[in-house]
């Protein structure tokens, strides 16, 4: 798992080919606004969380995001447990994303 400033991340995932952004923010959160594209799966679902995160690709670089960096981080943790080779943890969340915003 990295952590990856809010630049850092957004460059990586452009030049990424194989990527996959990853919301784990409840649904309430995301009503107010997403990264376009994203697969949303709201850590907060437990168990859930953990079964939906195993029906995934783990070929795939997945780049996380919650509101503030924390609830991402600790997803970007249970990634790894699970055998994701790849997570990218956004230091700060969705509440200091500069980049496009989906409604």
């Known amino acids: 798992m990295s952590d990856l400033s809010q630049i850092e991340w957004e460059e990586q995932l452009e030049a990424d ?4 952004v990853l919301d784990v923010r409840t649904q309430e959160e995301v009503d107010d606004g997403y990264i376009p594209n ?4 709201d850590i907060y679902n437990g ?3 953990i079964d939906e995160v195993n ?4 070929s795939k670089n997945y780049y996380v995001y919650c509101r503030s960096g924390n609830r991402s981080g ?3 943790a249970i990634l790894d447990s699970l ?3 790849n997570a990218y943890n956004l230091e700060g969340g969705f509440m200091n994303w500069e980049g ?3 409604e």
């Open 74 to 76: 600790q997803a970007c």
């Open 55 to 58: 029906k995934l690709d783990k």
């Open 100 to 102: 496009e915003v989906a």
């Open 83 to 85: 055998g994701f080779e």
């Open 47 to 49: 168990q859930g969380f």
């Open 17 to 20: 080919d194989n990527a996959i």
């Open 38 to 41: 994203a697969i949303h799966i």
